[in-house]
């Protein structure tokens, strides 16, 4: 056997083969797809009991499939006319999420969200702004749960962008970046359809790098819990920096004078100028002393400590 051979187990002629694209390799890993989808399945259950409770109508919501598509592939497949609602990172963003229905499921949901009935045969043409505009109660809470879906990786924060019904004006990413593409299963009075939305991969790093958070974690399981030298631990405490006050203590003053005070006026208090001044430690009196100088520098010279003291 020279090198460079491939050995292959045949010995199951019903195995199942993959294909593999290398000009997108996968980056989702069989954990990370497992995490995905129970997230999803929650937020598909989220929303079907929220459009219930408030639209008093059919609704059920489902996962369908979760997959790393290009962007190009993403528009490809997609119906045309189309209803996409495309929604921005942040105000100044060029990173968008994208949600796309089929026009027929929005005239569906737009019927029963204005008090109608079953729609049997929904129009054939694209949505008005009007009545995009109206579906967006429910895109909206949609997006909010996406939000909270990824809050723990990626702080999306998404506002709304525009609304589409050409494809092709859609333009949400470059041609060829990679997306995750989370398809939900929609019924609305026995008629099914589907949503979907396309969030770019690079906005959810933290969450695809699987490999890096076990590395990570073998690191915590292999290292010893070594406790940290006490000498090192005062060291460290006695680094940091609290704030110290040095103030007189309170007097009284006339309410006259105090009106009549300008800029570069001595204000007079009933406070001997032996009385010692009080020092503040973070908020707390600790010690008392007499105020002095040191080169060119005002100085406390400490005299007595504040005991029981919070």
């Given at each position: ?17 993959l ?29 079907a009991r929220?459009?219930k ?15 790393q ?32 229905l089929?026009?027929?499921?929005g ?52 506002e ?7 494809r ?28 979907q ?59 006259d ?48 400590a ?5």
């Open positions: 056997m020279g090198p460079g051979t491939v050995m292959t187990d045949m010995s199951s002629k019903n195995a199942e083969v294909s593999y694209d290398f000009r997108e390799p996968a980056r989702i890993a069989p954990d990370r797809l497992s995490r995905l989808e129970v997230a999803h399945e929650q937020l598909a259950d989220t929303i929220w459009v409770g408030r639209l008093r109508m059919q609704f059920d919501f489902s996962l369908d499939s979760i997959a598509v290009s962007y190009r592939n993403f528009v490809d497949v997609m119906s045309d006319p189309v209803a996409a609602f495309v929604y921005r990172r942040g105000s100044t963003s060029l990173d968008f999420v994208t949600l796309t089929e026009p027929s499921m005239f569906r949901l737009l019927e029963r969200m204005s008090g109608g009935t079953a729609l049997k045969d929904p129009p054939d043409r694209v949505l008005t702004r009007l009545e995009a505009a109206i579906i967006r109660i429910v895109i909206d809470r949609i997006v909010l749960s996406i939000e909270r879906v990824w809050a723990d990786y990626a702080e999306l924060a998404l709304f962008a525009r609304f589409e019904s050409a092709e004006m859609i333009e949400s990413a470059e041609v060829d970046e990679d997306l995750l593409v989370v398809r939900l299963k929609c019924t609305v009075d026995e008629s099914e359809g589907l949503i939305y396309a969030l770019p991969l690079r906005l959810i790093d933290r969450f695809l790098d699987a490999e890096q958070d076990q590395r990570t974690q073998a690191r915590q399981r292999l290292a010893p819990d070594v406790p940290t030298p006490l000498h090192k631990t005062q060291q460290l405490v006695r680094q940091a920096r609290v704030s110290a006050v040095a103030c007189v203590p309170a007097g009284n003053c006339h309410l004078d105090l009106s009549k005070l300008r800029p570069g006026d001595i204000l007079p208090t009933d406070v001997s100028a032996a009385t010692p001044v009080e020092v503040w430690i973070e908020g707390a009196l600790r010690f008392r002393g007499q105020q002095g100088r040191v080169g060119e520098h005002l100085a406390v010279h400490l005299t007595d504040v005991h029981n003291q919070p």
